[in-house]
């Protein structure tokens, strides 16, 4: 029997190195390799309900493995060579109650 396996994908995290003269802080983009992350493209349904909701056309599905504590909502993450946008509020379940390596979802949107 094949063990079902994730991607590695890249998540474009921010971090404060610093603040300018005006005490603003100074963000920098940090990418961050997480890997066993699911990549499925969305039903037609939850794309027509995104559009509908959020007025953004949701691609792809990302499921996060379980233990993952990077922050998700409206980051940038890259995978099959192509920069996505993650939007909406990170879907998590009881990791007890969920039988496989994953308990988090996210949508993204194509990102230029």
Known sequence: MQKIQGITITLIDQVQTGTDPLG???IEDK???I????????????ITNQLNLTGRKAVYTLA???GDTHDWENKSVVFFGQRWKVFGMPL??????????WNKKVMVERYA
């Open 31 to 33: 990418p961050v390799e």
């Open 35 to 46: 890997s066993n992350v699911l990549v499925a493209p969305v039903s037609a349904d939850d």
């Open 24 to 26: 603003n802080p100074i």
């Open 92 to 101: 998590e379940g009881i990791d007890d109650l969920i039988p496989l390596d």
């Open 64 to 66: 996060i493995p379980k």
